[in-house]
């Protein structure tokens, strides 16, 4: 499967930008929609933000690629390949917009929403044809994380899992398939390991700078070359059995949000877009960190990138 002539990024908020770019590095025409005005015009910035950190990466540019920002939902939508639906998660806009969507475009445009969570049978449960609705959840920052949950509702046709996975892996993408389950594997994951971090803090074990630097270097670090089940044949299944035996039963259960995150959320320090939260952020300083965050992201995919698969 090729690369689409033509595709459409509906939102331009975290994630559209760098979809669209992406996508448009491959060769692919893309419009990029959003209702605000103001919203493209900071897309566009982005955009360009994008271009320069793939160029850093050595991503080949394919002729015919471009973006451009449209407000007009029928001009984005008109002869479209493929349509990314990544406005808020919200379920009733997903599903007004899907409408939208399916009443404009071709019947053989795969029609793909970039939810991080939402059950994709949910979405589409209002639609003529749910088989053409696919997951399609993207990992943020999307143009540096070269990896892609494809998720198939109930009804989603088996043909357009292939099709999807097929472009995914035209750009160098890893397209990982997966069942509907609520939040999908990524965040599943992430989220069960972020619930025991906060205990962790909460309860005094360990402060937020140190509990970063364990999970950095200690557990994240092999897990970016291994992997957890690779991980566990390495150790050895019997030592993961004997050490779960004992520890499984004290981690975590905790079936809401951490007191330390709500109490914080509470009084609006929401992290880095309001100055502070888990941590304190002085002048210039997240702009400072963004910037490092990106580096190191730029720094291990080419790391990882040139080291033979485990």
């Known amino acids: 499967m090729s ?40 897309a566009e910035g982005t955009c360009a933000g994008v271009v320069a950190h793939l160029d850093r990466l050595d991503v080949p540019v394919t002729p015919g690629g ?38 404009a475009v071709r019947d053989d445009a795969i029609i793909a929403t970039n939810t991080s969570g939402i ?9 003529a044809h749910p088989e053409r609705l696919i997951g399609m959840h993207w990992s943020n920052p999307p143009h540096l994380i070269p990896m892609i949950e494809i998720v198939r509702g109930e009804r989603t046709g088996a043909a357009v899992e292939e099709q999807l996975v097929g472009i995914v892996e ?34 005094g074990v360990v402060s ?51 007191s330390l995150v709500t109490e914080l959320t509470a009084e609006g320090r929401l992290g880095m877009k309001t100055g502070g939260g888990l941590y304190e952020y002085g002048e210039g300083e997240v702009a400072a960190k963004r910037a490092d965050i990106v580096d190191g992201l730029v720094s291990v995919r080419k790391a990882l990138s040139a080291i033979k698969p485990v």
């Open 3 to 42: 690369i689409p002539t033509t595709s459409t990024v509906l939102g331009s908020g975290s994630m559209g930008p760098g979809i669209a770019a992406l996508l448009a590095r491959y060769g692919s025409g893309v419009r990029l929609h959003d209702v605000s005005e103001e919203a493209l015009a900071r």
């Open 66 to 103: 471009s973006v451009t920002f449209e407000r007009d939902q029928a001009k984005a939508l008109d002869g479209a390949d493929l349509v990314i639906e990544a406005v808020p998660e919200q379920l009733e806009l997903k599903k007004t917009v899907l409408a939208q969507v399916e009443a």
């Open 208 to 258: 937020q700078r140190d509990l970063d630097t364990v999970v950095k270097w200690g557990v994240g670090y092999k897990l970016a070359v291994i992997g957890p089940m690779r991980l566990v044949d390495m150790a050895g299944l019997d030592i993961y059995q004997a050490v779960g035996s004992y520890l499984n039963r004290d981690l975590s259960t905790e079936s809401g949000v951490s």
């Open 170 to 203: 035209a750009f160098g993408y890893e397209a990982v398939v997966e069942k509907e389950v609520p939040g999908f594997v990524e965040n599943r994951v992430l989220y069960a390991v972020l619930r025991e971090c906060m205990a962790l803090v909460e309860e």
């Open 119 to 127: 059950p994709i049978s949910d979405m589409a449960v209002d639609m």
